[in-house]
């Protein structure tokens, strides 16, 4: 038989022929055609030693009412605790805001950290302002009867320092 009757029939090629005509064609497998399109990690290097740039990291999204709604329950927590004596007015008004923008900001989705943390602080902060304005109501009361009158009056008399 004559060798080039033996190459072309597909039963006499040798394994290594077979091998040779199926090999992918040379250049960069991890080319890819879309430039949006981050490139694929090979499996069999985890530690990308291939000298492949990493693909760049992606913030998640960030929900800005959120933050907002935290911030407004943070703020409303402070204002009631730490402007007195009318402070509970304005701390109940910014935990209200808090909360409906926490509210809000979960536009169908699950609520973010943010969110969760915004609702938290914003009901501290109406319950400390009802806390707040409870004790006023109490103490105006007290005030109101005889008998602390003159416990008050003793009180601010040593506040005050007045002989």
Known sequence: MDDRNQNQNPEHRSAGMMEQDQAPPPGNYYQQNDPNQLPQRNPYDPYNQSNQPNPPFQKPPVNHMAVTSMVLGI?????????????????????????????????????????????????????????????????????????????????????????
């Open 75 to 163: 703020v409303s927590l402070l204002v009631s605790c730490c402007c007195l004596p009318v402070g509970f007015i304005g701390g109940f008004a910014i935990g209200m805001a808090g909360l409906a923008t926490a509210i809000i900001s979960k536009k169908g989705e699950p609520f973010s950290p943010f969110a969760v943390a915004g609702l938290v602080v914003s009901i501290l902060g109406i319950c400390g302002s009802l806390l707040i304005f409870g004790c006023y109501i109490m103490t105006a009361n007290l005030m109101k009867d005889p008998e602390y009158a003159a416990l008050f009056n003793e009180i601010l008399q040593q506040y005050y320092n007045v002989h």
